[in-house]
């Protein structure tokens, strides 16, 4: 059993006011055998085309698609909403108010997740990353409460990240939080009790045990 898809985003990308680099895009799609999409800092039709070009099935978008709606909208008629993948950073406020942030986690926006991925179902886009900027690389597991809230406020599909520590988190995304599929890193490179560095991934058999009905 393998990944159904990877995914690369250039956190600092939007911050720096650039945005992902192509040579990596390129370099990518020339060594993976599997659907990859990428994100960073895209915020016009031509990057994505060009992102398309060189190799993505999808990208990601977070900080513009706040900032400018209208752009998903534009972004999934141009090349259809499977292409088009939205990322929702979340932090909690004072007495854990959820909110949205963009910037790489630096600006509020105002919005509550659930409010952001309304929307952008509603202009099209194909899909949503739920990403807990708390949770993330603790390995204690993913905010099953936030993804749920997500999951059922939408009809696209939803992925969770942030947070996966072990196997049964990624069951409890969902079976608790009613995800579509969930993403990881940390939990696929650190291993054992001082976080050594080892890429490992669950087996067919392991995967088929998890999730039997």
Known sequence: ???????????????????????????????ANMPFAVGGGISSISQIRDILHAGAEKVVINSSAVQNPDFI???????????????????????????????????????????????MEK???????????ENDGMMQGYDIQLIRKISEAVTIPVVALGGAGNLMDVKKAVDEGFASAVAAGSMFVYHGPRNAVLVNYPTQEQLSELFKN
């Open 123 to 133: 202009q099209g886009a194909g899909e949503i990353i739920i990403q807990s900027i």
């Open 73 to 119: 909208r534009q972004a999934s008629e141009t090349f259809g909403s499977s292409t088009i993948t939205i990322c929702i950073d979340v932090k909690k406020k004072l007495f854990g108010t959820e909110q949205s942030w963009i910037i790489a986690g630096s600006k509020l926006t105002g919005k509550t997740p659930v409010e952001i991925a309304m929307e």
């Open 1 to 31: 059993m393998k990944a159904d898809e990877l995914v690369f985003m250039d956190i600092l990308a939007t911050k720096e006011k650039r945005t992902i680099s192509l040579e990596f895009v390129k370099n990518i799609g020339e060594e």
